[in-house]
T-cell receptor, first 112, second 118 residues
Framework: DAGVTQSPTHLIKTRGQQVTLRCSPK?????VSWYQQALGQGPQFIFQ???????QRGNFPDRFSGHQFPNYSSELNVNALLLGDSALYLC???????????FGQGTRLTVV | AQTVTQSQPEMSVQEAETVTLSCTYD???????LFWYKQPPSRQMILVIR??????QNATENRFSVNFQKAAKSFSLKISDSQLGDAAMYFC???????????????FGEGTQLTVNP
């Protein structure tokens, strides 16, 4: 079992650009959540996808959007990047709401 | 909204000794779940231990145990016989019960950086 996999591991973008991050959930998991972790802080919930729909959303602007595919994999899109978007983006998967969340290794996004 | 507070930004412990990490939370819910996650330099968040609020018995996983005080809204993690591999950032996290609108989202504290000295 490969667990939760995220790509890419590192990314450097210029302010104003757009970025797409990808996540493949653990086998058997159908729910994907995304978190933003700024340096030295705890992760902050961005949104959660289940059955290809956004089910919950945290306090993030509309520049942050996502998608879930029929195979349960997910993408996180961020438009009009700001310097403050620089962070570690974590993906977590679970089976509905029953099990604990399993996390990927994250994507380190740097906006310059 | 729920909040989680970890008041110890950094802690250190000697190898083989015991250390306790503190966590307090605020909620109006009566049923919920609490977790401790470990984040080593590899960045991957690893579940250490979980506690269901309806269970009075404190959870234990090998060298890791919790002291869950529901009335005080306190959830501390005790690591016994500390090992060099325990060095990491530790996060306390809260989750609402199943079926609630906040669903399975996790609310994290700010973390405690644990150093283990040989």
């Amino acid at each position: 079992d490969a667990g939760v996999t995220q790509s890419p591991t590192h990314l450097i973008k210029t302010r104003g650009q757009q970025v797409t991050l990808r996540c493949s959930p653990k086998s058997g998991h159908d729910t994907v959540s995304w978190y933003q972790q700024a340096l030295g802080q705890g992760p902050q919930f961005i949104f959660q996808y289940y059955e290809e729909e956004e089910r919950q959303r945290g306090n993030f602007p509309d520049r942050f959007s996502g998608h879930q595919f029929p195979n349960y994999s997910s993408e996180l899109n961020v438009n009009a990047l700001l310097l403050g978007d620089s962070a570690l983006y974590l993906c977590a998967s679970s089976a509905g709401e029953v099990t604990e969340a399993f996390f990927g290794q994250g994507t380190r996004l740097t906006v310059v | 909204a729920q909040t989680v507070t970890q008041s110890q930004p950094e802690m250190s412990v000697q190898e083989a000794e015991t250390v306790t990490l503190s966590c307090t939370y605020d909620t109006s819910e009566s049923d919920y779940y609490l977790f401790w996650y470990k984040q080593p330099p590899s960045r991957q968040m690893i579940l250490v231990i979980r506690q269901e609020a309806y269970k009075q018995q404190n959870a234990t996983e090998n060298r890791f145990s919790v002291n869950f005080q529901k009335a005080a809204k306190s959830f501390s993690l005790k690591i016994s016989d500390s090992q060099l591999g325990d060095a990491a950032m530790y996060f306390c996290a809260y989750r609402s019960p199943l079926g609630e609108t906040s669903g399975s989202r996790l609310t994290f504290g700010e973390g405690t950086q644990l150093t283990v000295n040989p």
